[in-house]
């Protein structure tokens, strides 16, 4: 199962651009990468995926190099709402069972006024 | 509005007894999952099923139950030989097949409590 690593945590301001970036060097050619947001007591819910290069949706980007062994989640313009966590994870495109997606602890994004 | 349904939302159970929390999808997903989840950690898997009446275990399974009589439905059990049940538990779906993908879809989460 590929591993991801990911910031325990990030600071922002409001209005600012925020680029989370997670690793995962075994990532394998059936997965793609999926990035989801959990505010606190309140399940992920999720916010882009992909397999490779470039896609945006109306909340955010997902910047992926040709290797695939990165990926960055770009938020343009926080807002104070968008102080969550933040996760990374790579599998099966469907979440299947057989390559179960795996959570690591995420990235804690604090934004500021 | 499709979407996964988890209750109660909040439950307390006293030391040695078994309680069940519920899980309920109209997505018509044919995976569905339990994850525990502890103050300030990432989410671990308990259980997962792919199809009815077949399950398997997952990272932590020990001291739980579930089952998966029908595709909607997929309650866990949490039982007296779960040693530290005090957690917040969140059910998921996702599809396994098909043409759109949008990864897992989560419930609201249960928060469990031993008195």
């Known amino acids: 199962l590929a591993k991801t690593t990911q910031p325990i945590s990030m600071d922002s301001y409001e209005g600012q651009e925020v680029n989370i970036t997670c690793s995962h060097n075994n990532i394998a050619t059936n997965d793609y990468i999926t990035w989801y947001q959990q505010f606190p007591s309140q399940g992920p819910r999720f916010i882009i995926q992909?397999?490779?290069t470039k896609v945006t949706n109306e909340v955010a980007s997902l910047f992926i190099p040709a290797d695939r062994k990165s990926s960055t989640l770009s938020l343009p313009r926080v807002s104070l709402s968008d102080t969550a966590v933040y996760y990374c994870?790579?599998?099966?495109?469907?979440?299947?069972?057989?390559?179960?997606?795996?959570f690591g602890t995420g990235t804690l994004l604090a934004v500021q006024p | 509005d499709g979407g996964i349904t988890q209750s109660p939302k909040y439950l307390f159970r006293k030391e040695g007894q078994n309680v069940t929390l519920s899980c309920e999808q109209n997505?018509?997903?044919?995976?569905m999952y339990w994850y525990r989840q502890d103050p300030g950690q990432g989410l671990r898997l308990i259980y997962y099923?792919?199809?009815?009446?077949?399950?398997q275990k997952g990272d932590i399974a020990e001291g739980y139950s579930v089952s998966r009589e029908k595709k909607e439905s997929f309650p866990l059990t949490v039982t007296s030989a779960q040693k530290n049940p005090t957690a917040f538990y969140l059910c998921?779906?996702?599809?396994?097949?098909?043409?759109?993908?949008?990864?897992?879809?989560f419930g609201s989460g249960t928060r469990l409590t031993v008195v």
């Open positions: 099923s792919q199809i009815v009446n077949d399950f």
């Open positions: 997505l018509n997903h044919d995976a």
């Open positions: 992909g397999y490779k």
């Open positions: 994870l790579v599998g099966e495109r469907y979440g299947g069972a057989t390559n179960k997606l795996i």
């Open positions: 998921a779906s996702s599809r396994l097949s098909g043409p759109t993908n949008y990864g897992y879809t």
